[in-house]
């Protein structure tokens, strides 16, 4: 064999192989191809090794042309590939369309209460605030419910919380044991267990009071409590930290209002109220016309109470709070009702 | 209480618009929680004073009349009038025609327009209170003072803007109008002037016409009084009877309404004997006897005992102290003789008196919100003045004044550090000093300290004892907003870990994930819950004082809430299925001081397990059962990385053979299985069935922190499924067969894809298919080295379980 033996043997496999691959049209038959032309016992290959009897300076003549010839198979055999793949994209492009306004599988939506929902807002808003939450009994002593806050027995503030006592005839005869009417009790139990430490709390819980329901009435409801102790802190971080509480929650542009109020475990004691997002300030029925919605009671934490738990008040100072959860979930969902909450009616719950 | 501006304007002047004023107390700490107007709807020109200058009768009724009515200008207008009272001479409030009036046919404020009554033409009216909208007596028409200008604005007279205001029990003071006055007062700079308590003395000295005596002068701290010869007892004045009225007091006589009137002005409660009934002239101030009966003003006996205290004669009781005055000194028309008692009881008895008689007035009221003893001199002598102004009479020289509880004026050392280690900002001086003053505090010397102010707390204010409590007084009238807003400088505290709410929260959030809805019910259940839900044991702790049968027990389970919620959702939810879980609290009594409050997880699952959809309609219509229940708590298990066992267990409310216990470690944490019917039933559930689970989340808690989470590297060789089908007694637990299975070293994991009974299984048995996969962490596995193994496996299932094999692939 010779040299133009060789090339015109080469440049005859190009061309056939070419014509050949111009009437492929499915993937299966292209690899079949490239196999035959490409493949490790393909004919090209064939060629290139019937070039070992050539003398050397026409091998490499031939050889050459042999890549040459590979290098433009390979090419041909890549955009045809490519052709072919695009022109089965645009075949399964068009078949078999679907009803795309018929529902998707159902995939099930559970969801948390909206009790549970305000609670975990609130306490993250002041989690951010260094505030760590804490829990503690439902069911209370009258000394950590009421003489600890510096409520003692037959004193009128009472009337502020009808009171569940719980029957402990049997148990305990002397002992008087209530249902918590409000969070509070866990100052007194986390400063004992702090022991004239720093505290920042938040404390979420259960509360109750002897009370008739109506819309803005439960007997069973959730307060979160707060509470910091510390040297040097002062009735002007409280108004910081219920700011910064209130934005969190209710908006950065919330403008917030302290006025003077009354708990016996504060002083001074404070109510705190917000600008109505509802009207923007300028009245409607939620505010009662008035552009203020009342948020939550705090104050100044009594040095009576400070030192009851074995904080020194004129060293230790320390502010405390306390909001109802209910109404916060009410004002920011539009709710009428606080029934709503415990009645537990799904078409209620699903919409949180 | 509502306070009249009217009667406000009387000791300090009003400079502020009402809803401005009303602002700033609120802001103060008096909270003035509505505003009443009175009169702003009558217009001056058709709502007038006007003169009954004759009345004829009506010519056609017995019942009406035809006043005639100088209304001003010389106009005389002659109307209809159905109203007894009506007299010449009188003034009254005519309102004309088209003034805007409540109609009391129609129960709407309109325009008051001509009428044509039996035949005679009416233009105009003759007013009652009603329909003035001031009160409620229609029977008769409003008379006014005689003084009153014919023709001129009503509104002159008779309006008013009255304060709702809510008294904090701290703040006794702003019980009465001279309390609030001083707030207003300090508010806008303004001087308080008291009330004029001078009269003449002109009788015998009272000691010779009357004794008192207290008895137990822990219970009375003071004992003040008066007496008062030739009284005339009748009705009040108008202005009185007005002032009383506006304040939401209805007038008795004169001399009651005075003693309301002073206690109104002072905030010191008051009470007038009829001096005649007192035998022996003697006032003992004593304990109840046991069983000592006393006809109460309100006209009920009542059975009293000690240590009640009671105001006493020379032989009964005749009032209750601090409460309420006796039937058996009350005064009457026919009184002339009063004795005028102005007193200071100890708050604590008079509340629990109050209290256990049910009995609670505007005096008790007051005693038990420990009110100032330097008040009662003062009303006293204020209230003997307007009883003789009024009532007329003589007073006796002197006073009675028995004073055992005299103790030193509250004084407090405040300091300009104290300031502003609480409030976070120094206030100046002449500020604080400023502040104090219009409040009524006077400074003092200090016989130890050199620094800061020794002050003396006015003598109206019985809430001042500590520091702070003056540290308020300047926030508060200064502003709270006024008042600068910081951070916590402060470093975060240590917090320690709070491993329960951490779970609770996960455990919620999975569960949420997993489509179940969450539910918050109430802690408080019923005797008839607890039977339905057959939740008897351990027997629970019931309230003292239940608000109704409906709340009477601590729940020691959250089962009768929940399925009480499955039926309230049932017919509305239960095409979508129902899949609802609770993490609440359950009280366990315990002996200690208090319950052990178990946080517990409870979940229910009941309906079809899909909604309706097109893309798989049978599974819409399958009801979901035990297996649904599992496959959730696995789950969320499995999220806490939490291994369990489940294992088949009995409980009274569900169903045998449905029913598994949820097993951690050695600790059975909870339980799942589905309700029995005859539960259900009680429930009105009884179209499909219902599977609930349990978990205790303190023991799970246990189990979860022992959990590690070390990391595994996954093995790099292929895997080989092999698929078999076993025969066992269908008693064998396949939870045991897996276990059996994946104790062997080249098992990666076994799942059970098909169970079946009945064809071709003989009775008893049951078939199992189960997909086992096989892998090396060394090396590519063959297939020969899988069949060696899976024989093997096999081989030993027959030993052991008696499986055998039906089919393989
Ligand atoms: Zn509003």
Known sequence: ?352 | MQVPLSWLKKYVPITLPPRELAHRLTMGGVEVGGIGEIGTSWEPDKVVVGHVLKVDPHPNADRLRLPTVDVGNGEHITVVCGAPNVAAGQKIAFAKEGARLFNTHSGHIEPLRPANIRGFKSVGMVCSVLELGIGDDHTGILVLPDESEIGSPLADILGDVIFETETTPNRPDCLSMLGIAHEVAAHTGQAVTEPDADYPEDDDPIEKQATVEIADPDLCYRYTASLISGVKVGPSPQWLQDALVKAGQRPINNVVDITNYVMLEYNQPLHAFDFGKVKERRIIVRQARKGEELETLDGVKRKLSPPMLVIADASDAIGLAGVMGGANSEVSDGTTTILLESANFDAVNTRRTAAALKLSTGASYRFERSIRAELAPLALRRATKLILDIAGGKAAKGIIDHYPGEKPAPTVHLTRKRIKQVLGTDIPPDKVESVLTSLGFTKKKSSTKNDGLHLEAPYWRSDIAIEDDVVEEIARIIGYDEMPTTTIATSIPHHAPQPMWELKQRTRDLLAAAGMREIVTYSLTSQATIEKAETLEPKPLAMANPMSAQFQYLRTSLRGSMLETLATNWHTSLRDGLRLFEVSRVYMPTKADLPDERETLIGAIAGRRLPLSWLAKELGEVDMGFFDAKGVVQSLLSSLRIEAAFEPSENNALLPGRTASIVCGDHTVGIVGEVHPRILARFDLTETPVTIFEIDLPKLLQSASAASRSYATASRFPESLRDIALVVDSGVPSSNIEAFVSQHKMVQRVTPFDVFTGGDVPTGKKSIAYEIVFQSEKDTLTSEQVGRALEDILRRLQKEFGAELRSQS
């Open chain 1, 1 to 352: 064999m010779t040299a133009e033996d060789a090339s015109s043997n080469i440049s005859d496999l190009q061309s056939r192989a070419l014509t050949e691959l111009e009437t492929l049209q499915d993937a299966r038959r292209l690899e079949d191809w490239r196999v035959v032309y490409l493949g490790r016992k393909g004919k090209l290959t064939q060629t290139l090794r019937t070039l070992g009897s050539l003398p050397p300076e026409q091998r490499r003549e031939a050889g050459q042309a042999a890549n040459r010839a590979k290098t433009t198979l390979e090419e041909a055999y890549d955009n045809h590939l490519k052709t072919l793949e695009e022109a089965s994209f645009a075949t399964s492009s068009t078949k078999g369309r679907l009803d795309v306004t018929l529902p998707g599988w159902p995939v099930l939506r559970g969801g948390l209460h909206p009790t549970t929902q305000i609670v975990r807002e609130i306490c993250n808003a002041f989690a951010s605030m260094g505030f760590q939450v804490v829990e503690g009994p439902e069911v209370e002593s009258d000394e950590y419910n009421f003489e600890k806050l510096n409520i003692p027995k037959d004193h009128p503030a009472r009337d502020m919380w009808n009171t569940l006592w719980v029957d402990y005839t049997g148990i305990q005869d002397e002992h008087s044991v209530l249902l918590r009417t409000h969070t509070s009790p866990m100052q007194a139990r986390i400063m004992e267990k702090m022991d004239s430490k720093p505290v920042r709390v938040i404390v979420p819980g259960k509360c109750y009071r002897y009370e008739a329901t109506d819309a803005t009435h439960e007997w069973h409801f959730f307060q979160v409590e707060g509470l910091a102790v510390d040297k040097g802190i002062t009735f002007a971080d409280l108004k910081g930290t219920l700011y910064e509480f209130a934005r969190l929650v209710f908006g950065q542009n919330r403008k917030v209002r302290f006025r003077c109020d009354y708990f016996p475990f504060v002083e001074p004691g404070a109510e705190m109220s917000i600008d109505c997002f509802l009207c923007d300030g300028q009245g409607c029925r939620v505010c009662k016309k008035t552009g203020w919605i009342e948020v939550l009671g705090a104050g100044m934490v009594h040095p009576k109470v400070l030192e009851g738990v074995g904080y020194d008040p004129s060293v230790y100072t320390g502010f405390a709070f306390g909001m109802g959860m209910e109404r916060m979930a009410m004002l920011k969902h539009g709710i009428e009702d606080i029934r709503l909450f415990y009645s537990n009616d799904l078409r209620f719950l699903k919409q949180f």
